[in-house]
């Protein structure tokens, strides 16, 4: 495991400070777990999700998008195997009251005795109970066992249901994929480390469907185009790495799978996996529902339960590795330090910074008239007050690639300056063709 260091600390407050990341609710006290992405997350996240549906949807002729509800008919999960086997083994300390996860015990602590981990204070462990991760709600006027739905743990299962839809409708035949983002929710018994495990999140999954003689070939696909996904987004191949799962380590319904894991301050963790579920899911839902889910390929007239290869990420966790491997505090010069985030620029929440040199002399004028050319494509953000210098520094702390700085020279060669974040080097372009500039630099298609 890595040293801990207080990047994490110091992430969280840059994301408090700049409108990243609140604590959910906080003007009562704050919701554990929770999290309200602000003004400049949202941007972040939005540009994370957007990456990913043009890298797996948008630019694959073999690959659709859905978009299923979270309440589903409760017997999916029966049917799933997520209502019998959807646990975590939990522990509660009979001095303390407090509730652990009996697996995970050597990343705990305990409440009243921090230096401790969860049965090395004078407390007593009970022996582990199987606690099941899905939140329970109840639909409709009447609450009764009728009533049972569950909020969904996984967006999988709303793809799985919707296979034949899609099949019949789309014209789709495997090899063929079908991608959803969306929110999901456990009652984790643990939550940790800021947004990494909470009880609400957003997943991004796609089940990819395959002949069966071809699901080895597929999972090799999907576990390295994963990988390199991160990669081209300017991750650091030193901090991800591939992990084979071992056979004890599979979940029941996968025939062998990988994570993606990066090394946070926290330790190397998971960060996707990448499964080959065989046709569990799709024979399950037919034998409980009594629908033929098999695939007729007209061509060979064979009829048969497609193979499926998941690659299964959290939209929640994928933002703060983006955020805590751009993080980077640069010593300039003796004793000049500048926070910066090297964030891909077509994740950047603001695209560019607008700087007049000063606030007169027409130079306002000519900024927000480029202001108003760009905003129309990019996110970009007006800064007049302050030393050029701190403006500049403002804007690196929350990763704008690029800053424009409109000068006196602008009223004579139409031209502006426009410095990169990274490097910080500075060059002169002509005022009309900022926005190309731009367009070359920052749209997803750059990823
Ligand atoms: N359909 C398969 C599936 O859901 P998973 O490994 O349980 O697999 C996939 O979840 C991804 O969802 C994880 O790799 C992680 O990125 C994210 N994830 C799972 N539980 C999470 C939680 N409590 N908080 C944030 N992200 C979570």
């Given amino acids: 495991m890595s040293k801990p260091d207080d990047t994490m600390e110091k992430l969280v407050s840059l994301c408090k400070r700049r409108g990243f990341i609140f604590p959910s609710s906080e003007i009562y006290g704050g919701l554990k777990s929770c999290w309200d992405y602000g003004p400049l997350g949202v941007e972040l996240k939005r540009n994370v999700k957007e990456a990913w549906w043009q890298h797996m949807v948008r630019r694959r002729a073999d690959v659709v998008g859905i978009d299923c509800s979270i309440l589903m008919h409760p017997k999916v999960w029966e049917t799933s195997g997520h209502l019998a086997g959807f646990n975590d083994p939990m522990v509660d300390c009979k001095t303390c009251k407090a509730r652990f996860r009996a697996d995970t015990m050597e990343s705990q602590v305990c409440p009243k005795k921090p230096s401790k981990r969860p049965g090395e204070c004078d407390g007593e462990l009970t022996e582990p109970r199987q606690f099941n991760l899905m939140f329970k709600t109840s639909m409709g006027p009447v609450e009764n066992s009728d009533s049972v739905v569950y909020l969904r743990p996984e967006t999988a ?23 959803q983002q969306g929110k999901s929710f456990r009652n984790e018994i643990v939550t940790e480390n800021f947004i990494f495990r909470s009880r609400e999140f957003e997943q991004m999954e796609m089940e990819f469907f395959v002949p069966p003689a071809e699901a080895d070939k597929w999972y090799e696909f999907w576990r390295d185009a994963r990988y390199a996904w991160f990669t081209d987004l300017g991750v650091n191949k030193d901090k991800l790495r591939l992990r084979e799962h071992d056979s004890d380590e599979l979940a029941h319904y996968s025939k062998c799978c990988a994570d993606i894991e990066y090394e946070f301050p926290f330790g190397w963790k998971e960060l996707e996996g990448i499964a080959n579920r065989t046709d569990f899911d799709l024979q399950r ?111 690196d702390e929350v990763g704008t690639p690029f800053g424009i700085t409109i000068d006196f020279d602008t009223k004579t060669d139409q031209a502006v300056t426009i410095r990169e974040r990274d490097s910080m080097a500075q060059e002169r372009v002509a005022l009309d063709q900022v926005k190309n500039y731009l367009r070359g630099r920052v749209l997803p298609e750059q990823a």
């Fill in 157 to 179: 299962q709303g793809i799985f249901v919707n296979f034949k839809n899609v099949v019949d409708t789309c014209r789709m035949k495997p090899p063929f994929g079908i991608a």
């Fill in 285 to 395: 839902h037919a034998e409980a529902t009594g629908r033929d889910l098999r695939f007729f390929d007209d061509q060979s007239k064979e009829r048969y339960f497609p193979h499926v290869i998941e690659p299964a990420l959290g939209v929640d966790r994928a933002t703060l590795t983006f955020l805590v491997d751009a993080y980077d505090e640069e010593e300039l010069a003796e004793g000049d330090t500048r926070t910066v985030l090297h964030l891909h620029p077509s994740l950047a929440p603001i695209k560019a910074g607008i700087f007049p040199l000063v606030k007169k002399e027409g130079l306002p004028e000519i900024a927000h008239n480029l202001e108003d050319e760009l905003r129309s494509e990019f996110n970009v953000f007006y800064d007049q007050s302050g030393a050029i210098g701190r403006r500049y520094r403002r804007q």
